[in-house]
């Protein structure tokens, strides 16, 4: 059974890098594709952007100047950087599974919460 | 304001069947067969529960169903549990570009 787990700070200060890693488990990373997906407490959810395991990225247009996706395959991780945070990301962070670039997510992590503040 | 517009709540009595719409344009929903469906509950991670418009994954009862017409896609329910109570997203592929899109969200509540 294939498990997502994300991992990081949870308060990050304003203006700071935002840096998430998701650890895969129970499966390779190799041919799938991994997202980021976040949700602002009590809204709703945003895709951030994905990663193949060859390193070929994706990303949301709105997000685009402050994200940057890795994946290590050696350690079957992927992370997330976002840079230049505020307030509006404050957000719960998920990881997700694609079987392809246009396919659904099956898998996702439990989610971290991140907040940004002073 | 997300992409996608969804009624932001629904309702119906255990047994009863009802339809959540998701409505966007021809440029994501219209355009594409890569229509998705999440149930989220309380403090949880969504679910997958119906995919490429209408297929449903593996262990997701048939009482979900989904279709879409021209940029409208639905998701219906059907003899309504207590468990089915929870968030529902739509989520549609938008091309190269913009990738995939969100709606805001749906509350189910079971009366």
């Known amino acids: 059974q294939v498990q997502l787990q994300e991992s990081g700070p949870g308060l990050e200060r304003p203006s700071e890098t935002l840096s998430l890693t998701c650890t895969v488990s129970g499966g390779s990373i190799s041919d799938y594709y991994w997202s980021w997906i976040r949700q602002p407490p009590g809204k709703g959810l945003e895709w951030i952007g994905n990663?193949?395991?060859?390193?070929?990225?994706n990303y949301n247009p709105s997000l685009k100047s402050r994200v940057t996706i890795s994946v290590d395959t050696s350690k079957n991780q992927f992370s997330l950087k976002l840079s230049s945070v505020t307030a509006a990301d404050t957000a719960v962070y998920y990881c997700?599974?694609?079987?392809?670039?246009?396919?659904?997510?099956?898998?996702w992590g439990q989610g971290t919460l991140v907040t940004v503040s002073s | 304001q997300s992409a996608l517009t969804q009624p932001r709540s629904v309702s119906g009595s255990p047994g009863q069947s009802v339809t959540i719409s998701c409505t966007g344009t021809?440029?994501?929903?219209?355009?594409?067969?890569?229509v998705s469906w999440y149930q989220q509950h309380p403090g949880k991670a969504p679910k997958l529960m119906i995919y490429?418009?209408?297929k449903r994954p593996s262990g997701v009862p048939d009482r979900f169903s989904g279709s879409k017409s021209g940029n409208t896609a639905s998701l219906t329910i059907s003899g309504l549990q207590a468990e089915d109570e929870a968030d529902y997203y739509c989520?549609?592929?938008?091309?190269?570009?913009?990738?995939?899109?969100f709606g805001g969200g749906t509350k189910l509540t079971v009366l």
């Open positions: 490429d418009v209408s």
């Open positions: 990663i193949h395991y060859t390193g070929s990225t």
């Open positions: 997700a599974r694609g079987t392809t670039v246009m396919a659904p997510w099956d898998y």
């Open positions: 021809s440029s994501d929903v219209g355009g594409y067969k890569y």
């Open positions: 989520c549609s592929y938008a091309g190269s570009y913009t990738y995939w899109v």
